[in-house]
């Protein structure tokens, strides 16, 4: 029988890399939600933002500010990494998505894999392929939950993934930028006659996503410690099959679909050998395709023109 601290250790395991997953979701779901078009490339954009914050860590860390400063560089950290994907996303939105807009499906689907393998041969110019290390700047402070044990690491990723999700919720829902996005969502033609600048609110879909695809970057990085020019495909995989899972095009679905898989590899892993919760993940997938290809949270919509 499994020990239930085990399986308690288990679920904050999944609740924080489903955090993760979840943010990085949100890009996919946001994206296919105005365009109907999948941002294969949104992982090297977590990978860019990965590596900005390593690059702002490792500065400070050398510099010896980080060890009087640590919080402040942490915070330096994201807000480098935001910067760099939110014009990454920016551009790719302008020169890889644009121009085909109006082109088959087929179209931007090659161009946004094109752009995929363009940026992982950029990064491994840049780093080599060599593994990178992230500087260690929090101590390894743990606090017990009942029989639970969750490091303060783990409660600030799974805390700042929470703040992150619920501004976009409501970013979204109650603000004049977010009606837009939801007004060119529902009939770009529409959102245009009324005045809405398409092209803008298209552009800043790809910028937020971007900027919470760098967030969960860093949050890789500190956690596990070392990244690589190929890091963003395996996460970016994942978070596309969370979207799917929760109902691609639904945000509430994202983050759900996010967390569920995160639980579903982490408690996995207590009854098959962890090098197989690669297949839960891709296995859920398949399953949901099948059985419920509109996800939990979505619904089944007509063609549009």
Do not use: W
């Not at 500065?59 to 400063?69: E, K, N």
């Not at 949050?219 to 978070?239: C, D, E, L, R, S």
């Amino acid at each position: 029988m499994i020990n239930p601290e085990i399986i308690l250790d288990q679920v904050v395991n999944g609740l924080t890399i489903g955090s993760i997953y979840a943010l990085i979701a949100l890009g996919y779901t946001l994206v296919y939600g105005i365009l109907f078009m999948i941002n294969f490339a949104h992982g090297e954009i977590f990978m860019f933002g990965s590596f900005a914050g390593f690059a702002a860590l490792s500065h400070f860390s050398d510099s010896g500010f980080a060890a009087v400063h640590p919080l402040i560089s942490i915070l330096a950290a994201f807000a480098a990494a935001m910067s760099l994907s939110a014009l990454l996303g920016g551009l790719l939105e302008r020169v890889a998505y644009r121009p085909l807009r109006k082109a088959p499906r087929l179209s931007p689907l090659i161009s946004a894999i094109g752009a995929s393998i363009f940026l992982q041969n950029v990064m491994m110019l840049i780093v080599e392929a060599r593994m990178q290390v992230y500087p260690d700047l929090l101590p390894e402070k743990f606090i017990e939950i009942g029989p639970a044990t969750i490091s303060y690491f783990q409660l600030f990723i799974i805390g700042s993934s929470v703040f992150l999700m619920a501004f976009l919720y409501l970013f979204i829902r109650k603000t004049k930028t977010g009606k837009a996005m939801r007004a060119v969502a529902e009939d770009k033609d529409a959102a245009s006659l009324m005045g809405i600048d398409v092209n803008r609110v298209i552009l800043l879909t790809f910028v937020i996503g971007s900027i919470l695809a760098a967030a969960a970057g860093v949050m890789v990085g500190m956690y596990y410690t070392q990244i690589n020019h190929m890091m963003g495909f395996i996460p970016g995989i994942k978070a596309f099959t969370a979207a799917v899972l929760g109902g691609i095009g639904n945000i509430a679905g994202a983050m759900l679909g996010g967390l569920f898989l995160g639980m579903a590899e982490a408690l996995g892993v207590l009854v098959m050998p962890s090098e197989y919760k690669d297949v839960i993940a891709f296995g859920l997938l398949v399953l949901v395709l099948i059985f419920r290809p509109t996800g939990i949270l979505g619904e089944v919509v007509s063609e549009r023109a």
